[in-house]
Every structure is written in structure tokens, then in C-alpha cells.
Nanobody, 115 residues
Framework: QVQFVESGGGLVPAGGSLRLSCTGP????????IGWFRQAPGGQRALVAS???????YYSDAVKGRFTISRDTSKNTVDLQMNFLQPQDTAVYYC?????????WGKGTQVTVSS
């Protein structure tokens, strides 16, 4: 099974921004929902945003108004623009289909927000 590959994480101060990118199987298939998930230390992996053509993107309440998910057809990626980052956004970020496919999880990308 081909896995997704995430990139763009890093260490930023509170209030900063990062842009994550995801590539993987079927990423440009507009009829497939692709999501960004995150898992904080000791927590469960949870969906934070997803994109599916012809429908409004989904955002969790925790990130609504700060994060924007989009497909970049020039790079064949699904990106997550994260603004006004807060320490509670610290987590490993993953992308996958929605619903997630167990064998498609990649290694994720670490996002750390300092206070």
C-alpha cells in the first residue's frame, strides 16, 4: 500500500504560521476526500480539516478560522495553511483519506509551537 508523505512542519513561536504539504495516492482525485489529522503527545489522532470538491471544506472547531486546506494542482499536493498557531496546536500532523485507510498512514510531520 502506498503511503502519504507529509512535509512542512517545524518549530514556530505562538502567533506564527506554517504551511504543510501532503502527497500520496489519489491526492488529485477530486472525488476523494483528503484530510489532515493531528496527534498530540498522549492524545488520539483526530481530523482537523478535509477537502472534497463541490463541498465546503471541513474544519474542526479548534482550528476554524485559523487553518485553510486546499489542493494545489501545480504541485499535486493537499496543503494546510496554519496561521495564528498556538501551543495547543503542537502535534504530529498526518494526511490520509477520509475515512482514513489504516495502511496509508505516513510518518507525519512534527509541528511545535512555543509559548
Amino acid at each position: 500500500q502506498v503511503q502519504f508523505v507529509e512535509s512542512g512542519g517545524g518549530l514556530v513561536p505562538a502567533g506564527g504560521s506554517l504551511r504543510l504539504s501532503c502527497t500520496g495516492p489519489g491526492i488529485m482525485n477530486r472525488m476523494r476526500s483528503i484530510g489532515w489529522f493531528r496527534q498530540a503527545p498522549g492524545g488520539q489522532r483526530a481530523l482537523v480539516a478535509s477537502v472534497l470538491s463541490f463541498t465546503a471544506p471541513y474544519y474542526s472547531d479548534a482550528v476554524k478560522g485559523r487553518f485553510t486546506i486546499s489542493r494545489d494542482t501545480s504541485k499535486n499536493t493537499v496543503d494546510l495553511q496554519m496561521n495564528f498557531l498556538q501551543p495547543q496546536d503542537t502535534a504530529v500532523y498526518y494526511c490520509n483519506n477520509v475515512p482514513a485507510q489504516t495502511n496509508s498512514w505516513g510518518k507525519g510531520t512534527q509541528v511545535t509551537v512555543s509559548s
